[in-house]
């Protein structure tokens, strides 16, 4: 049986997150700073996503039969919704009956 997800945090219970989009902005231009309706937007934005992404990598994984979410969906999911290729996630023929 499969646990309760719990409830997606927050954009204010992310401040490691918040540190890093500035971290990347301060990486591009150091004099640049990013406003914090801008951030709480961005973070929403990045916890949208990510929940579209593990719904339907669950919903892939249940077609498949299983209770468990692997990387595998995840992939799948990236690939045939956004055109995302993650090297190295799940995907490159490492499966045991990939010849």
């Given at each position: 049986p499969s646990q309760p997800v719990p409830p997606?945090?927050?954009?204010?219970?992310?401040?490691?997150v918040g540190q890093k989009l500035q971290s990347i902005l301060s990486s591009i231009d150091p004099s640049y700073t990013l406003e914090p309706e801008a951030e709480e937007h961005l973070l929403r934005m990045a916890d949208d996503f990510l929940d579209n992404i593990v719904k339907r990598g669950m919903r892939l994984a249940k077609h498949r039969g299983s209770d468990r979410l692997d990387?595998?969906?995840?992939?799948?999911?990236?690939?045939?919704?956004w055109g995302i290729t993650v090297p190295g996630l799940g995907s490159g023929g490492t499966s045991s009956g990939s010849r």
């Amino acid at each position: 049986p499969s646990q309760p997800v719990p409830p997606p945090a927050g954009p204010h219970m992310a401040p490691l997150v918040g540190q890093k989009l500035q971290s990347i902005l301060s990486s591009i231009d150091p004099s640049y700073t990013l406003e914090p309706e801008a951030e709480e937007h961005l973070l929403r934005m990045a916890d949208d996503f990510l929940d579209n992404i593990v719904k339907r990598g669950m919903r892939l994984a249940k077609h498949r039969g299983s209770d468990r979410l692997d990387v595998q969906d995840l992939s799948l999911v990236l690939k045939k919704g956004w055109g995302i290729t993650v090297p190295g996630l799940g995907s490159g023929g490492t499966s045991s009956g990939s010849r």
